[in-house]
């Protein structure tokens, strides 16, 4: 949908030419084409990291793949797009939500690329991401619903962080959730190590915590 946008903005969406916001072709180009875009990669990378880092608990190098790297950068740059194109067209969404994307590709390489990750690392990247890519889905479904059920508040900024707000609650409640298991986790690796049996290797997930 994003790509027939960018091709033929009226083709796609021919009751948008007579509206009295949506007949400027370079802001339905942006919102509806190079937004979309943005965030159908932003969804796929979220997505694709989130399952690699639960996948990849013990075998933390497979991380730095060339598809998920890729996927990463391709998010970057896409979010650097779209922030130039929220620029030229003075709509501070699209230079808000171009964060996010910086933000999600720095960190998941930042996490790919250390060389040791601690205990339960591998499950606060899980739970981050995928909550994350259900965000970015949510917010692309929600672009297209108040342009036709309130279209006079599709730039509304309290609508468009409604899903980003909900999602970080999720994210936050589930890190602590991972933070207690990691304290009961440490916890029993020191009991372990004062019984001289010695603890395992940095990263390494313990019995039942997958």
Same mark, same amino acid.
């Given at each position: 949908?994003? @790509? ?8 796609? $969406? *021919? ?14 180009? &942006?919102?509806? &084409? ?11 990378? !979220? ?17 730095? =793949?060339?598809?998920?790297?890729? !996927?990463?950068?391709?998010?970057? /740059?896409?979010?650097? =797009? ?9 709509? *501070? ?36 991401? !995928?909550?994350?890519?259900?965000? @970015? ?9 108040? /342009? ?9 900024? /309290? !609508? ?6 909900? &999602? ?5 409640? $589930? ?27 940095? &990263?390494?997930?313990? *019995?039942?915590?997958?």
């Amino acid at each position: 949908m994003s @790509s027939l946008t960018l091709l033929s903005p009226y083709g796609t $969406h *021919p009751d948008f030419a007579a509206h009295p916001i949506w007949r400027d072709e370079a802001l339905t180009r &942006g919102l509806f &084409g190079w937004m979309m875009q943005y965030l159908a990669v932003l969804t796929l990378s !979220l997505v694709w990291h989130g399952w690699g880092a639960a996948r990849n608990k013990t075998a933390h190098v497979r991380d730095r =793949n060339l598809l998920n790297v890729g !996927l990463q950068l391709l998010v970057i /740059v896409c979010a650097l =797009n779209v922030a130039w194109h929220g620029w030229t067209l003075r709509q *501070p969404t699209m230079l808000g939500i171009s964060v996010v994307g910086l933000a999600s590709g720095g960190t998941n390489l930042w996490y790919a690329f250390t060389p040791a990750p601690k205990l339960f690392s591998y499950m606060y990247e899980h739970a981050k991401a !995928l909550v994350g890519a259900a965000i @970015s889905a949510y917010t692309a479904f929600l672009a297209f619903g108040l /342009v036709r059920a309130m279209p006079d508040h599709a730039f509304n900024p /309290v !609508l468009w962080a409604m899903p980003c707000t909900i &999602g970080l609650a999720i994210i936050i409640w $589930h890190q602590v959730r991972i933070a207690r298991l990691r304290g009961r986790a440490l916890a029993a690796q020191r009991a372990t190590v004062s019984r001289g049996a010695g603890a395992p290797a940095p &990263g390494s997930p313990l *019995p039942g915590a997958s």
